[in-house]
């Protein structure tokens, strides 16, 4: 793996001056990402926070080829450049090898953008495909996505007196990616450098497409205050809300296994859009039976796929 | 120049002329009645008889997104569709054209749903009149296949995407005689794509597609609609350079028929306009003096033209095959009266809707649209009036 000095010193990152919000975790996580190859990367970006803070004419923060088509396509766009790039250089007109990447939020991927990612999965462009997911579209003003977990507050879901947030369990978007039979699906925190950076490295070494999903707390949207995304990115982990684990050629595991997995209510409590269920034992207990629910099915399908 | 008459349908005279552009990057989506076309050419990419990345995708959306990457990447890149993908692919039109990508789409001219119908109309590409593509509307098989190599040599010295209309199944699935050009002299006279900018140019990065707030927004739309005026100029010499090169007689915004002696004048766009041609050869025999403006190119507006070929007629009718529901008739008719508009001695005008969801058209429609004009000229029927041709009433 990439030390972290190299990885410091390759120079992907974004420029000073994006107007992300203090605390905000995708400048970390395109950092992250787009250093772990040292090769040349050409970005697609879906609408959203970090299109939007990134490019405000006449300023860029992208250091590298970037581009933004619309909200829902960013897995077609990379296509139609990737597409370009395999044609161009059988004919001799480029001769460097380069890394396509697209990028997109919740919104912008388990909802929106679903049907243009299945496509670009099912097509095997020669991509990764990396989810930023901070559980709600965000960059509209906060409004629950099939990414928003159970009961969380948000402005079309709001905690009122006859109905406490988000009534849906969330998505699992990784497992309907998994389910495309693509070489390489994972998910990440931000909380775990080494292990997100692993991933990336992982992924730009395999041909055809690509998946991660990473967690990326939200201050505004979640209500925390924005020392606190990395501990919060961490939690998710250790709650096993968020589970760490990737999915090669069909085989599952799980990257990290907390040694005591924590109780949800350690994560919730740091967070305003769960405040008021903080009093509601029912509404925890649910929300940890979904938790509970998806990790043994992750425990079991690692077993089953290393036999 | 060696030319070989090949019998095509509209379909495969459009592919034929893809296969021969030989494009990078071809993105997808059947829908009737363009299927035909990415058949055809499928056939061409699995035969190895191109180069192109054909790109499969699933939707018409995903498409014109897939074709705006790889145009932004410097590829020459294609697709079609018809009706519903056109409307479909609509909030990428402006990002293909606002991103001053040289797209080139041919679009088999379908209705809109609903109700549901898979016949021709020109709904699909009047929906998407103001999207910043320059618009071709073609007769029949022969000139499709020229437009659109024409087209891609047009919008890459523009840099604006090109749609060329065919009528669905009228000229789609239509066979004709299609005078084919020599491969090689088609390629040499469209040369190799050069971008000014691509994304595949990584020594170079550019950042396409930033957030444009109020401080520079407006100045970067100033800047594409001169970019369409600028498109006007050079309309004329990328024709005239193809007829020199080709021994072709294309037209470039009009055709005028008949029309600068005559009484009383039909506008018309697509496939009507060649009934229209038999019916006014039809009327001139009986001595009456009537002739015909074909509008091949819709988009820029061909406004100078216009005047120049109608402003003398005694009486004008412009046929629109859409209605634009806008309670002011059809589009072709009430942009042709905008052009009127503060002109001294125009002639009156009626609007024909005719031909909605491939309502056959007939010679004697035609000629009920000359009574028509007649009766307006001896006052029986009143300017600024709408009618409907061919349709139970």
């Known amino acids: 793996m990439v030390t972290l000095k190299e990885l410091s010193r390759r120079g992907k990152e974004l420029a000073p001056g994006h107007r992300a919000c203090a605390g905000c975790m995708f400048p970390s996580i395109i950092k992250m990402?787009?250093?772990?190859?040292?090769?040349?990367?050409?970005?697609?970006?879906?609408?959203?926070?970090?299109?939007?803070?990134?490019?405000?004419?006449?300023?860029?923060?992208?250091?590298?080829?970037?581009?933004?088509?619309?909200?829902?396509?960013?897995?077609?766009?990379?296509?139609?450049?990737?597409?370009?790039?395999?044609?161009?250089?059988?004919?001799?007109?480029?001769?460097?090898?380069?890394?396509?990447?697209?990028?997109?939020?919740?919104?912008?991927?388990?909802?929106?953008?679903?049907?243009?990612?299945?496509?670009?999965?099912?097509?095997?462009?020669?991509?990764?495909?990396?989810?930023?997911?901070?559980?709600?579209?965000?960059?509209?003003?906060?409004?629950?996505?099939?990414?928003?977990?159970?009961?969380?507050?948000?402005?079309?879901?709001?905690?009122?007196?006859?109905?406490?947030?988000?009534?849906?369990?969330?998505?699992?978007?990784?497992?309907?990616?998994?389910?495309?039979?693509?070489?390489?699906?994972a998910q990440a925190s931000p909380g775990y450098w080494a292990d997100l950076v692993k991933k990336a490295e992982k992924a730009f070494s395999i041909k055809g497409p690509k998946f991660l999903n990473v967690l990326s707390p939200c201050p505004p949207g979640w209500g925390y205050p924005e020392e606190k995304g990395i501990e919060i990115a961490k939690l998710a982990v250790e709650t096993c809300i968020w589970p760490l684990y990737e999915v090669e050629y069909g085989k599952y595991r799980i990257t990290y296994k907390p040694k005591n997995k924590l109780p949800v209510i350690e994560w919730l409590k740091l967070q305003r859009r769960f405040k008021h269920i903080l009093n509601n034992q029912k509404l925890i207990d649910e929300f940890q039976r979904q938790v509970d629910e998806t990790w043994e099915r992750l425990l079991k399908l690692e077993e089953a796929t290393n036999k | 120049?060696?030319?070989?008459?090949?019998?095509?349908?509209?379909?495969?005279?459009?592919?034929?002329?893809?296969?021969?552009?030989?494009?990078?990057?071809?993105?997808?989506?059947?829908?009737?009645?363009?299927?035909?076309?990415?058949?055809?050419?499928?056939?061409?990419?699995?035969?190895?008889?191109?180069?192109?990345?054909?790109?499969?995708?699933?939707?018409?959306?995903?498409?014109?997104?897939?074709?705006?990457?790889?145009?932004?990447?410097?590829?020459?890149?294609?697709?079609?569709?018809?009706?519903q993908g056109l409307a479909l692919m609509h909030e990428i039109l402006y990002i293909a054209s606002a991103l001053r990508l040289p797209i080139v789409m041919p679009v088999v001219n379908r209705a809109l749903s609903?109700?549901?119908?898979?016949?021709?109309?020109?709904?699909?590409?009047?929906?998407?009149?103001?999207?910043?593509?320059?618009?071709?509307?073609?007769?029949?098989?022969?000139?499709?296949?020229?437009?659109?190599?024409?087209?891609?040599?047009?919008?890459?010295?523009?840099?604006?995407?090109?749609?060329?209309?065919?009528?669905?199944?009228?000229?789609?699935h239509g066979m004709e005689v299609v005078e084919t050009l020599p491969t090689e002299e088609i390629r040499n006279f469209l040369g190799e794509r050069k971008p000014v900018y691509s994304l595949l140019d990584v020594d170079n990065p550019i950042t396409v597609g930033p957030l444009d707030l109020q401080d520079y927004f407006f100045e970067h739309k100033r800047a594409q609609i001169e970019a369409m005026e600028e498109a006007r100029e050079v309309i004329p010499k990328v024709h005239e350079e193809y007829n020199k090169k080709f021994e072709t007689n294309l037209p470039d915004f009009v055709e005028p028929y008949k029309i600068e002696d005559a009484e009383l004048g039909v506008i018309a766009m697509g496939s009507a306009a060649g009934t229209m041609k038999e019916v006014v050869d039809k009327l001139r025999e009986k001595g009456k003096r009537v002739?015909?403006?074909?509008?091949?190119?819709?988009?820029?507006?061909?406004?100078?033209?216009?005047?120049?070929?109608?402003?003398?007629?005694?009486?004008?009718?412009?046929?629109?095959?859409?209605?634009?529901?806008?309670?002011?008739?059809?589009?072709?008719?009430?942009?042709?009266?905008?052009?009127?508009?503060?002109?001294?001695?125009?002639?009156?005008?009626?609007?024909f809707i005719y031909g909605l969801g491939g309502r056959d058209f007939f010679m004697e429609d035609g000629e009920k649209i000359f009574d028509y004009l007649e009766k307006l000229v001896e006052g029986k029927e009143q300017s600024g009036s709408v009618k409907y041709i061919g349709l139970r009433e």
């Open chain 1, 33 to 185: 990402v787009l250093n772990a190859t040292d090769k040349p990367v050409v970005v697609a970006n879906a609408t959203g926070c970090m299109e939007v803070v990134t490019t405000i004419f006449p300023y860029t923060s992208w250091k590298v080829s970037w581009i933004h088509n619309a909200f829902e396509n960013a897995a077609a766009t990379i296509s139609g450049v990737e597409a370009a790039y395999q044609v161009l250089k059988k004919k001799g007109k480029i001769d460097k090898d380069i890394k396509f990447v697209a990028f997109g939020g919740d919104g912008g991927t388990y909802d929106i953008g679903l049907q243009a990612l299945s496509g670009a999965l099912e097509r095997g462009h020669d991509f990764l495909y990396v989810c930023y997911d901070n559980q709600a579209y965000m960059n509209t003003g906060i409004q629950r996505s099939g990414a928003t977990p159970f009961s969380a507050h948000t402005m079309t879901s709001p905690a009122g007196k006859a109905i406490p947030g988000k009534q849906q369990k969330r998505k699992d978007l990784t497992e309907i990616v998994v389910a495309h039979g693509i070489p390489y699906a």
């Open chain 2, 1 to 83: 120049m060696r030319k070989v008459r090949m019998a095509f349908t509209g379909n495969e005279a459009v592919a034929y002329a893809m296969k021969q552009i030989n494009p990078d990057v071809v993105a997808v989506y059947p829908i009737t009645p363009q299927t035909e076309i990415m058949h055809s050419f499928s056939i061409y990419v699995a035969d190895g008889e191109v180069d192109t990345n054909l790109v499969t995708v699933e939707s018409e959306h995903s498409a014109m997104s897939a074709c705006v990457g790889a145009s932004a990447a410097g590829a020459r890149v294609m697709t079609a569709t018809a009706s």
């Open chain 2, 114 to 172: 609903a109700p549901i119908n898979i016949h021709c109309d020109h709904s699909d590409m009047m929906g998407s009149r103001d999207s910043g593509w320059i618009q071709i509307f073609t007769e029949n098989a022969n000139e499709a296949y020229h437009s659109v190599i024409l087209g891609v040599k047009l919008a890459e010295k523009v840099n604006l995407p090109v749609m060329i209309g065919l009528d669905g199944f009228i000229i789609s």
């Open chain 2, 291 to 351: 002739g015909l403006l074909r509008i091949r190119i819709f988009r820029p507006f061909p406004s100078g033209e216009i005047l120049k070929y109608t402003k003398h007629l005694c009486a004008l009718g412009i046929m629109d095959r859409a209605h634009s529901l806008s309670g002011l008739g059809g589009p072709l008719w009430t942009e042709v009266r905008s052009v009127f508009y503060g002109e001294s001695c125009v002639p009156p005008d009626m609007n």
